[in-house]
C-alpha cells in the first residue's frame, strides 16, 4: 500500500524486523498465532513486462496488464484494466492475448521465461515488498534454554540479511540474464528505464492506497501509526519517497 519507496529489499527487511519486535500491535499478531517472529522475507523491486514497448505512464491506457490481488491497486488512475493471474499463468496468458503483460519481479519472470513473450522491460522501480516472516511455534520456543532462544533469534535476523543480499544479487543476475538469452529470441529483450518525470506522473495519478488501508482496517488496530512508523523508518535509512504516503492521510 506504499509503492514508489525503496527498490532496496535490504531496507525493507531491516524495517519489518524492528517493526515486528517493537510494534506492539504487531507482536500481538504473532502472540495470537502463537509464533514467535524471527525474521522477515521479502521480493525484489516490481517493473513492467510487456509485449509492447512502454515508454510513456500513458502508454499503459487501455492496456490489460497481469496483476494479481492488491498489486493491481498500482494501476489505478493509469486507464490499464488490471488482469488477475500469477507467474505460473503469465506466459499463457501474454501469449494467447488474455492480458498484454505484467507487473511484476524479475526474479519470478526469468525461471518462467515469461521474457519470450513480454520481451519489452521496463524498469520502474515500484518497489521492493515485505511479505511475511519465518516463525517458530510459541510453544515449542518456550521449552529452549535461554541461550538457545538468542541463537534462534540471531538466526533468524541472519536468515533476514543474507536474503536481502541474496535477493539484490539474483535480481540484477534475471535482468542480465533474460538480456542475454533474449537477445537470440524473434523479438529480443529490450530493457529500458521509465524517465523520473514519467514515475513521478505515474505515483501521483494513483489514489493514497496507504490511505484507504488505514480506512478500511482502522477499527481492527492503529493502522495509521503502523503506516507513518514504516515510512518514517524508511526515511531514517535514507529513503527518498517519491510520494509520502502517510503525510496525505
Known sequence: MTPFTTDDVRVILDVANEMNE???ALKREWDRNNMVFLGATGVDTYHLFTKAPVNAYADLKGRKIS?????GLWLKGSGAVPVDGSLT???????????????????????????????????VNIGALY???MAMNKDSYAK?????????????????????????????????????????????????????????????????LAADWVKANAAKGPAKDIV??????????????????????
Do not use: C
Not at 524508511?234 to 527518498?240: D, I, Q, Y
Open 22 to 24: 517493537n510494534v506492539p
Open 67 to 71: 496483476a494479481p490481488g492488491s498489486i
Open 89 to 123: 499463468s503469465y506466459y499463457t496468458d501474454i501469449q494467447s492475448g488474455v492480458s498484454d503483460g505484467t507487473v511484476s519481479i524479475s526474479t519470478g519472470i526469468l525461471p518462467n521465461k515469461i521474457y519470450e513473450v513480454a520481451p519489452y522491460i521496463t524498469k
Open 131 to 133: 511479505i511475511g516472516g
Open 144 to 208: 529452549l534454554p535461554p541461550e538457545v532462544q538468542k541463537i534462534v533469534k540471531d538466526v533468524g535476523k541472519e536468515y533476514s540479511r543474507a536474503l536481502g543480499e541474496t535477493l539484490m544479487q539474483r535480481y540484477e543476475g534475471a535482468l542480465k540474464t533474460m538480456a542475454e538469452v533474449g537477445a537470440k529470441q524473434a523479438v529480443p529483450v529490450k530493457i529500458s528505464e521509465l524517465s523520473a518525470a514519467e514515475r513521478t506522473t505515474w505515483v501521483k495519478t494513483m489514489p493514497n
Open 228 to 249: 507513518s512508523t514504516y515510512m518514517n523508518e524508511l526515511r531514517k535509512r535514507g529513503v527518498k519517497p517519491v510520494r509520502d504516503w502517510d503525510k496525505e492521510m
